[in-house]
């Protein structure tokens, strides 16, 4: 994941948080957690790294 755009690492939490993406249950529950400001930050961080 590091290193993706944050506009990609930003869909990918929205559609494991919606459910759209329901194949990995651990990352699911950890984007339903996440606020929208929460998911920028990790996105953003991800992305830098």
């Not at 930003?10 to 957690?33: C, D, E, W, Y």
């Amino acid at each position: 994941m590091a290193g993706q755009h944050e506009a990609y690492l930003l869909r990918q939490i929205s559609v494991f948080k919606n459910g759209t993406r329901a194949n990995a249950p651990v990352m699911s529950a950890v984007a339903h957690t996440l606020t929208d400001e929460q998911a920028k930050a990790v996105a953003a961080f991800l992305q830098a790294q």
